[in-house]
């Protein structure tokens, strides 16, 4: 591709526009969360499924494997992840456009000297 037709593509604006939704999001993911989880913990400290013969078979089923504590926790971590991702995203996406600046006018000083 040469720098012509280069010259059309704008590609700093949409990738900023991008991860700006995404700081938003995940902003407004990480305010969230805490509030879900708890809600989702008081719910299952209630619990509505009682003490019968149903509602125990219900609990085995529902807490084998660390049930939703396990969940809660996996989810905190994603939560935690997809939050922090966001300015590595923002360098890694602005050192690829500086890098494939500099090549492009690497390149281009190199075919001068030629």
Avoid at 56 to 80: C, Q
Avoid at 84 to 110: C, K, M, W, Y
């Amino acid at each position: 591709m040469s720098a012509d037709d280069r010259a059309d593509v704008h590609i700093r604006e949409p990738i900023s526009n991008s991860l700006n939704q995404w700081d938003a999001m995940a902003t407004d993911l990480a305010a969230a969360w805490p509030a879900i989880a708890a809600r989702i913990r008081a719910l299952n400290a209630a619990s509505p499924q009682g003490g019968g013969a149903d509602g125990v078979s219900f609990s085995s089923s529902y807490l084998a494997g660390g049930g939703p504590e396990r969940f809660l926790r996996d989810t905190e971590e994603l939560v935690k992840e997809i939050s922090g991702s966001g300015p590595l995203l923002r360098a890694t996406v602005s050192n690829t456009l500086t890098t494939e600046q500099a090549i492009d006018l690497g390149l281009t000083n190199a075919y001068r000297r030629a």
